[in-house]
């Protein structure tokens, strides 16, 4: 079967991965792709549903108005506490 640290591994490979998809998806927002190209459409396919609702809270629950988007970096940030927590737990 699969040992804690395989599974230590395995959550940490995939955090790592959809940190760099989100840094992804901020250097594309400052190049504005094809929105039909399937690669574009898989960064955001995968990182819409971790940044959408840190932005929701970020602009509707706080009310900010700016022009930056924080989300991405506050999402970041949420996900590394997540996966330290999980590191206590296993």
């Known amino acids: 079967m699969f040992t804690r640290v395989d599974v230590i591994n ?4 995939l955090f790592r991965i ?3 998809l989100i ?3 901020v250097l594309m927002s400052w190049i504005n792709p094809n929105p039909r190209n ?3 459409q ?7 549903p971790i940044i959408g609702p840190v932005r929701h809270l970020i602009y ?3 009310g ?11 999402a970041i940030f949420l996900m590394q506490i997540i996966f330290s927590t999980l590191l206590r737990f296993l």
Do not use: C, H, Q, W
């Open 10 to 13: 395995a959550l940490y490979y």
């Open 23 to 25: 840094l992804v998806r």
């Open 64 to 74: 900010y108005k700016g022009m930056i988007d924080f989300s991405p970096i506050v």
């Open 60 to 62: 509707n629950v706080f």
């Open 42 to 48: 898989l960064v955001y396919a995968v990182t819409e």
């Open 38 to 40: 399937p690669i574009v």
């Open 18 to 20: 959809i940190n760099f």
